[in-house]
C-alpha cells in the first residue's frame, strides 16, 4: 500500500485502492479455502500476506494491481496521506494467524481451530473492505500509544476514514 513519495512533500502515503483490492483478494481467498475446504490456499494466502508486510514492492497483491488492475483501467490510484506502518502490521498479524491456521490443518486433527483462524482472518479483511475499519491498525495505534510499537508518523489519533 506504500506509494513512493511524489514532489516535495514528506508525508507518507498510500494508495487507499491498493489496499481494498488487497482485502478484497484476502477475503476471496479465505473463503474459498473454506468454502472448498483447502488448506493449501489457506498457507499461500499466509505467503501473500507476509510477503506484503516484510516487503511490500515485491507483495503478490500490489504487483496483479500494478500489473493488471492499473493498465486496464479498472480502477484508479488514490493516494492519500496516511502511515503505511499499520497497515503493514494488519497484514503480518493476518499472515501469523493463517500460518498457525496452515500449521493446525495440515499437522493436527484440530480441523475447527484452524478454520475459525481462516475465518477470523475472513471476517477483519471484510469489515476493512465494507466498512473501512481496520481492526489491525487499531491495535498497532495502541500498541504505539503504550509504546510497545512506534507510533503513527502522522498527527492526531486514529483515524477510521470509512469506505
Partial sequence: METPLTGRTSSPRVDTHLGKF????????AALA????????VLITAIILAIAALAPSISPYRLLYRGIVLPLHLWQPRIVEDDPAPHRFAQGVGAVFLIAASIILFLTKAAAVGWTLDLI???LAA?????GFCAGCFVYYHLGRLGLMPRVRYQGGFHWRGV
Fill in 22 to 29: 488487497s482485502q478484497a483478494c484476502t477475503v476471496v481467498l
Fill in 127 to 131: 469489515i476493512n473492505l465494507t466498512i
Fill in 34 to 41: 473454506f468454502l472448498f475446504s483447502q488448506p493449501i490456499v
Fill in 121 to 123: 482472518v475472513f471476517v
